[in-house]
């Protein structure tokens, strides 16, 4: 035996595989995918007896088909890097169900160490298991274990070493009789087309009798194109006779046949004893799966997730925020200094990526919470109960009941983010169904999306505020499903599904170490591959707002009023005590000085914290400490600061302009102007239009954008909706087009951050740039039509919203009863496997 050995973990959702893994290895784990796929592959690493043991933990799957990426993924992985020993952990309460992967297992003659898991729910049950004579009649080891108690590790570590060291493979497992003719016919005739292949010839064969997808792929690779063409005719044909012979088809043959093996294996070996008491699942699930407690139970699940990880989570910021903020400051201090009028592009680049990493890492706080929320919810089990009971109603849409989660991260009514929502994708196992989902969470209401909505309702729909929130609300998700029925009608049509197999696995209570575990290892993923990727796009957005820049006459002008009202300090400075600080080599520096302290004083917490900031900046700058906190009877200093006050906000507002006017001038603003001609029919400007554009960065930008946008006088007091509504209104805007407004960003593409994980999940560039470009068609459609057709019937914003929204919700009903009656005609086939006993 090596110094060295690879096992690989294998088993069915639910059956503890994950948390035997983490008793295995312990701490030295890592998380990645695999290649050209978003499931995630874990392996990690233990030394025993002097073996050092490389485990591999495989996605959970039900078999070693071809129907799901997981089930691809981990077939493929045992193929072709064909471990020492496939462990395989099985639910002990539920053998008969569990040792069919077990038989497929065997079949691609892999040495195997069969585990009966949860051992201490098997008891619970009244199920007795004889080890020994499933040991004995399996011809592997066998080895029970409570994997939630650590119970069994060492004799499992024992009996890896042992197979590992017994080079011997299994034997043939199931005799298919009637088929076992074409099967060896079929293996033979491999065999002489191809000198050596590198997977079990029989287990070939016998995927190809089935007419396996990934066999044919396999042939492909490892046969001459001719002789491929001629293994794939021999195996249809073969299979052809057997089914017309025997009246049956080759795969529901296969799977009878195992279920014989199965029993006899399990005769006499596995006691049930009937007078055991209910199990605890069955008892709960009564109450929970109840048709009408099920959907309470559900809505206070769903309320749950918001309570503590949106709005106790967020709370949790702002004991986070100051340390992310001391990082800008300690970033800010290691840059060059600011300039009067305008920074050196190395500070303010700089600035930008911290100011875009900080709104990324703000929200871990949240993330760690709501990963540690669905681990809870995977591991007890209630995960499954809520795709059972949504099911049925998304499927309609073209959606899948483990759609449901993704679809309440992402927001459902408001409070949600899209990023974590298209995380949440990974788990559902129909890859149409999945991609749907993909693109339905972004219509989700994020938190982001509301400044937007308060904005536009506090300035036009003052009356009608509750009503237009329920309109928004709910029509996003009118929008998704409908959205969702569409592209899996069209683009998504040619997408592989799979039968609908849904485990409602016994309940079980989480530890607390895999919990915290798969919250730091998911919150980790999302801070590695978005956050790197959001950091380099934002320095093309930084590069879009900035260039060409200002003219140099609008440059001269800036640099004229900033001159003014530098001399109009220095000669409010020049009977001053402190005249010295107001000299030309000193002006930059006070100036920053004072910016500094109250960006700190805001930043500080309590009498303490304020203190702290009064010591560090008089140690700082003992001459300029004066200035910004003058001391008691220093007249002097108390005039001196209040003319650096004045000065800082002409500084400021001088800034502000030349900002406004940057973004105007810029390639950002350019392409805002330019998109006139089209956003006109929604009734859009060039400054809608920057500000839509800004807020693909963030969400939030956009009411960023428009503070920039539409800003004050200088003797002005005037709040953001006051601004705004006096200027558009002026403008002859109206509530029509902030009905159009709202419904474009409601139907607008992803943020940045979501279509980075879009590029991520989905593992293509086009599918990512479609996400960003059937939104912005679908979105300006609608606008269009609504602006349109409002302008011409003359109708009111309030209106047009009513109509939008009952002809939508029309269409939905429509398509969902069109959707039942094909779903009687044509039902999925679908297995609803319990271990509820």
Same mark, same amino acid.
């Given at each position: 035996m090596?110094?060295?050995?690879t096992?690989?973990l294998t ?10 893994f983490?008793?295995?290895? &312990? ?5 990645a995918?695999y290649p ?5 592959k ?5 030394v025993?007896?002097?073996v050092?043991v490389?485990a591999?933990?495989l996605?959970?799957t039900?078999?070693?088909t071809?129907f799901?990426?997981?089930?691809r993924v ?13 462990v395989?952990i099985v ?5 008969q169900r569990?040792?069919?992967l ?7 003659g892999l040495?195997l160490v ?8 098997a008891t619970d049950?009244? !199920?007795?298991i004889?080890?020994?004579a499933?040991?004995e ?5 066998v080895i029970?274990?409570?994997?939630s108690?650590?119970?069994g ?9 042992v197979?590992?060291?017994?080079v011997q493979?299994p034997?043939?497992p199931?005799?298919y009789?009637?088929?076992e ?5 079929l ?8 000198d050596?292949w590198? =997977? ?5 064969a ?6 396996d ?6 042939i492909?690779e ?7 063409e001629?293994?794939l005719?021999?195996? /249809?044909a073969?299979?052809e ?9 080759v795969s529901d043959?296969?799977?009878a046949s195992?279920?014989?093996?199965i029993?006899e294996?399990?005769?006499g070996?596995v006691?049930l004893?009937?007078s055991?008491?209910?199990?605890l ?7 929970v799966?109840n048709?009408?407690?099920a959907p309470?139970?559900l809505i206070?699940? =769903?309320?749950?997730i918001?309570?503590?990880s949106i ?6 910021t702002?004991y986070?925020?100051?340390?992310l ?5 300690l970033v ?5 200094s ?9 500070r303010a680049?700089g ?5 875009s990493?900080?709104t990324?890492?703000?929200y871990?706080p +949240?993330?760690?919470i709501?990963?540690?929320?669905i681990a809870?919810l ?23 009941? /483990?759609?449901?989660l993704?679809?309440?991260?992402g ?8 990023v ?6 990974k788990g ?5 169904a ?7 969470v ?8 509301v400044?937007l909505?308060?904005l536009?309702l506090?300035?036009?729909f003052?009356?009608?505020?509750s ?9 996003t998700?009118?929008f ?6 569409l592209?899996t ?15 409602l ?7 607390a170490?895999?919990v ?9 993923i ?12 934002a320095?093309v957005?930084f590069?879009?707002l900035?260039f060409p820049?200002l003219? /140099? ?8 009023e900033?001159? &003014?009202?530098i ?5 409010n400075m020049?009977?001053?005590?402190y ?13 920053n000085? @004072?910016?500094?302290?109250k ?5 500080a ?17 003992a001459d300029?400490?004066?200035l910004?906190?003058p ?5 002097d200093?108390k ?13 400021k ?5 030349m ?9 950002l603003?350019?392409?805002?102007r ?5 956003t006109q029919f929604?009734?859009?400007?060039w400054? +809608?239009? !920057?500000a839509l554009?800004?807020s693909?960065a ?5 009411v960023?954008t428009?503070g ?5 006088d200088?003797?002005?007091?005037a709040?953001l909706e ?11 805007a109206?509530a029509?087009?902030a009905?159009s407004m709202?419904?474009?960003?409601a ?7 979501t279509t980075v994980?879009?590029?991520?999940q989905? &593992?293509?560039?086009l599918w990512?740039?479609f996400?960003?470009l059937?939104?912005?068609?679908l ?14 019937m ?10 939008? @929204?009952l002809?939508?919700l ?13 779903d009687a005609?044509?039902?999925?086939k679908?297995?609803?496997q319990t271990g509820?006993g």
């Amino acid at each position: 035996m090596t110094s060295e050995i690879t096992i690989a973990l294998t088993g069915q959702q639910n059956a503890g595989k994950s948390t035997l893994f983490n008793s295995l290895t &312990g701490a030295r784990q890592h998380v990645a995918n695999y290649p050209g796929v978003t499931v995630d592959k874990k392996y990690g690493r233990y030394v025993y007896k002097g073996v050092s043991v490389v485990a591999v933990d495989l996605p959970g799957t039900y078999s070693l088909t071809s129907f799901s990426l997981e089930e691809r993924v981990a077939r493929d992985y045992l193929l072709r890097e064909r471990p020492d020993v496939a462990v395989n952990i099985v639910d002990a309460s539920n053998l008969q169900r569990s040792l069919h992967l077990t038989i497929q297992l065997l079949e691609m003659g892999l040495p195997l160490v069969l585990v009966l898991n949860m051992m201490d729910v098997a008891t619970d049950r009244g !199920v007795t298991i004889d080890t020994d004579a499933l040991e004995e009649r399996l011809g592997q080891p066998v080895i029970e274990t409570i994997g939630s108690r650590g119970r069994g590790r060492d004799a499992l570590r024992d009996a890896v070493l042992v197979r590992a060291a017994n080079v011997q493979l299994p034997d043939v497992p199931v005799d298919y009789e009637a088929l076992e003719a074409p099967i060896s016919e079929l293996a033979a005739y491999l065999e002489r087309q191809v000198d050596e292949w590198r =997977v079990p010839v029989r287990w070939l064969a016998l995927k190809l009798l089935e007419q396996d997808s990934q066999a044919r792929i396999l042939i492909e690779e490892n046969a001459e194109a001719s002789a491929s063409e001629e293994i794939l005719g021999f195996a /249809q044909a073969l299979s052809e006779r057997f089914e017309t012979t025997k009246g049956i088809s080759v795969s529901d043959h296969i799977v009878a046949s195992r279920d014989s093996h199965i029993a006899e294996l399990l005769d006499g070996v596995v006691v049930l004893n009937e007078s055991g008491k209910e199990s605890l699942t069955s008892r709960i699930d009564r109450v929970v799966l109840n048709r009408w407690a099920a959907p309470l139970f559900l809505i206070l699940t =769903v309320y749950l997730i918001y309570q503590i990880s949106i709005v106790w989570g967020y709370e949790l910021t702002n004991y986070t925020w100051p340390y992310l903020a001391r990082f800008r400051e300690l970033v800010a201090g290691l840059l060059p200094s600011a300039g009067f009028l305008e920074d050196p592009y190395v500070r303010a680049l700089g600035l930008w990526l911290v100011d875009s990493a900080n709104t990324l890492l703000n929200y871990v706080p +949240i993330f760690l919470i709501l990963f540690a929320l669905i681990a809870i919810l995977e591991d007890s089990g209630y995960m499954a109960r809520i795709a059972f009971i949504l099911d049925k109603v998304l499927h309609r849409f073209g959606l899948h009941g /483990q759609s449901t989660l993704p679809l309440i991260l992402g927001g459902v009514f408001a409070g949600g983010c899209a990023v974590p929502g298209v995380m949440a994708t990974k788990g559902i196992p129909d890859n149409r169904a999945r991609m749907a989902t993909i693109f339905a969470v972004p219509f989700m209401n994020c938190l982001a999306k509301v400044p937007l909505y308060t904005l536009l309702l506090s300035i036009f729909f003052v009356e009608h505020k509750s009503l237009m929130m329920f309109y928004i609300s709910t029509m996003t998700v009118i929008f998704a499903l409908l959205v969702s029925k569409l592209l899996t009608t069209t683009v998504l049509k040619g997408h592989e599904t799979s039968p609908f197999v849904m485990e409602l696995p016994a309940y079980h209570a989480p530890t607390a170490w895999g919990v915290v575990q798969r919250s730091l290892e998911r919150t980790w993923i999302y801070i590695k591959k978005v956050g790197t990727i959001v950091i380099a796009v934002a320095i093309v957005v930084f590069t879009l707002l900035q260039f060409p820049g200002l003219s /140099q006459d609008r440059m001269a002008h800036f640099k004229a009023e900033g001159l &003014g009202a530098i001399i109009g300090f220095q000669e409010n400075m020049a009977d001053n005590a402190y005249k010295a600080l107001s000299s030309d080599e000193n002006l930059v520096a006070l100036v920053n000085y @004072y910016n500094d302290y109250k960006r700190a004083k805001l930043n500080a917490s309590g009498a303490a914290g304020s203190k702290a900031v009064n010591d560090a900046f008089k140690k700082r700058n003992a001459d300029f400490y004066p200035l910004v906190r003058p001391p008691k009877g220093d007249q002097d200093a108390k005039a001196g600061g209040r003319a650096l006050k004045r000065l800082v906000n002409a500084r400021k507002s001088l800034r502000r302009e030349m900002k406004e006017e940057r973004i105007t001038r810029s390639f950002l603003g350019a392409i805002g102007r330019s998109m006139e001609s089209v956003t006109q029919f929604a009734g859009f400007d060039w400054k +809608i239009n !920057v500000a839509l554009l800004s807020s693909f960065a963030a969400r939030e930008s956009s009411v960023a954008t428009l503070g920039v946008l539409f800003q004050q006088d200088e003797d002005q007091n005037a709040s953001l909706e006051q601004r705004m509504g006096q200027e558009t209104k002026a403008g002859g805007a109206t509530a029509l087009l902030a009905a159009s407004m709202i419904l474009f960003f409601a139907l607008y593409p992803p943020c940045l951050a979501t279509t980075v994980m879009v590029r991520v999940q989905t &593992g293509s560039y086009l599918w990512m740039l479609f996400s960003i470009l059937f939104p912005t068609v679908l979105g300006l459609t609608v606008s269009s039509l609504v602006f349109t057709l409002g302008t011409w019937m003359n109708i009111s914003g309030i209106q047009m919203m009513t109509g939008i @929204y009952l002809a939508a919700l029309a269409l939905l009903i429509l398509v969902g009863v069109l959707g039942e009656r094909r779903d009687a005609r044509f039902d999925r086939k679908s297995v609803i496997q319990t271990g509820a006993g």
